[in-house]
């Protein structure tokens, strides 16, 4: 499919895609909003796909937040249809079956560092800023911002980071768990594709049930125990269990 706002390119086994605004800061806008749900979800349908790169185009930003002209004008049900819009994309980030990594290289604000942490692990170069200024603009997080930054770094440091909209440097991210390693720009891909790498070594299928299972203990409407119980059990009825068991026997690597 042709795209006017990011790149898709599968290389390997990886789908890499690029927010290319880089004149804009790679800013979201509605237009580039619905290609990542459509490149997601081709990503998903590629059976010789195995996990999701995303990163911003050069060396500023991941992304610097949503494109303000957007909100101009908009009522208060139109606002909450561009919220619902937005969500859409980082719930099916979030849940994806397979492994989504954000490269940030540069800022990630605002809807950009909303779109990072719906992202299942978070790699920044050492220039990255991150956080959610919303409120100077008389505004909140509305990408699922207020949630997710709450799982990942706590109560306390998300209030302080949204209610004084100030930035946080890599170092600050890395250190209150919102990304898992910092790294030099120029390595950034390197050590982005050396982690998903790892995880294609390992099996598929018990990835997708890790990724739903971890997802189920923030959910109110599931019991994580349960539905751990349960693709516990689904797990030993995969053909990734039978060779995992196997290759473990026969003191050999897996072919997964």
Sequence with gaps: MSYQNILVEVQGKTAKITINRE??????????????????????????????LLI?????????????????????AEAQDLSRFGHELMDGLANSPKPVLAAINGFALGGGLELAMACHFRIASENAKMGLPEVSLGLIPG?????RLTQLVGK???????????????QDALKWGLVNKVVAIEALEKEANGLLEKMYSRSASAIAAAIKTVNAGYDSNQDGY????????HCFGSEDFQEGVTAFLEKRKPNF
């Design 156 to 170: 306390g440091k998300a209030l302080e980071m949204i209610l004084t909209g100030d930035m946080i440097d890599a």
């Design 226 to 233: 349960q539905v751990e119980i349960d693709q516990f059990g």
């Design 56 to 76: 911003g185009a050069g060396p500023k930003a991941f992304v610097a937040g949503a494109d303000i002209q957007e909100f101009l004008g908009k009522s208060k």
């Design 23 to 52: 004149t804009k800061l790679n800013a979201l806008n509605k237009e580039t909003i619905g290609e990542l749900k459509t490149a997601l979800a081709e990503a998903l349908a590629d059976d010789q796909v195995r996990g999701i």
């Design 143 to 147: 990408y699922g911002g207020t949630q």
